[in-house]
């Protein structure tokens, strides 16, 4: 087993910038983390992927709502992954999701096996 903890999430004003940060712990080998991601959910939405950033090979994906603004990261030592927001607008209000796999493709569709609790993140006008 797999246990995601994100932290980070706060209340911010539009434009402004916030990192959350998803630490990995337990069975962490490569081979059931080695995708890492971010869902978001906002109430009363669907759950939307954000980004996904693989270990081996490596490669990363950023959904075209973010792209510019968000960036995904990782710190292969600590076992983390970041996700750091920029030009936050309050359509990026939701709860934030860390997710990891070891098949990239389920990361990608939300399919995959191990999620975190979530972090909330408020854009307020």
């Known amino acids: 087993q797999v246990q995601l903890v994100e932290s980070g999430g706060g209340l911010v004003q539009a434009g402004g910038s916030l990192r959350l940060s998803c630490a990995a712990s337990?069975?962490?080998?490569?081979?059931?983390?080695?995708?890492m991601g971010w869902f978001r959910q906002a109430p009363g939405k669907e759950r939307e992927f954000v980004a996904a950033i693989r270990w081996s090979p490596a490669g990363t994906y950023t959904a075209d709502s973010v792209k510019g603004r968000f960036a995904i990261s990782r710190d292969i030592a600590k076992n983390t992954v970041y996700l750091q927001m920029n030009s936050l607008k309050p359509e990026d209000t939701a709860a934030y999701y860390c997710?990891?796999?070891?098949?990239?493709?389920?990361?990608?569709?939300?399919?995959?096996?191990?999620w975190g609790q979530g972090t909330q993140v408020t854009v307020s006008a």
């Open positions: 997710v990891a796999d070891r098949v990239w493709a389920h990361v990608i569709s939300g399919t995959c096996d191990y």
């Open positions: 337990g069975r962490t080998f490569s081979r059931y983390t080695d995708t």
